[in-house]
């Protein structure tokens, strides 16, 4: 019985670092989405400011493709 709870207080440990593991990683991962939507914002900005200097009548840097 000993051994048994043994056991599962390993296998406890080991999903606890693992959770522990994919924490981080998430919180990482929102961070670099967090920048490169900004990167695309400004991205897209920049585009839709050349497009207006360009004499462009409508700003369309997030329309949609016609096949769509």
Same mark, same amino acid.
């Given at each position: %019985?000993?051994?048994?709870?043994?056991? /599962?207080?390993? =296998?406890? @440990?080991? /999903? #606890?670092? $693992?959770?522990? !593991? %994919? $924490?981080? &990683? *998430? @919180?990482?991962? !929102?961070?670099?989405? @967090? &920048?490169?939507?900004? =990167?695309?914002? #400004? #991205? %897209?900005?920049?585009?839709?400011?050349?497009?207006?200097? !360009?004499?462009? @009548?409508?700003? *369309?840097?997030?329309?949609?493709?016609?096949?769509?």
């Amino acid at each position: %019985m000993e051994n048994r709870i043994n056991q /599962l207080e390993e =296998r406890v @440990a080991h /999903l #606890l670092k $693992s959770v522990d !593991d %994919m $924490s981080d &990683i *998430v @919180a990482r991962q !929102d961070t670099e989405i @967090a &920048i490169l939507t900004r =990167r695309v914002q #400004l #991205l %897209m900005e920049r585009e839709a400011a050349r497009e207006y200097a !360009d004499g462009a @009548a409508e700003i *369309v840097g997030d329309e949609r493709p016609p096949h769509y």
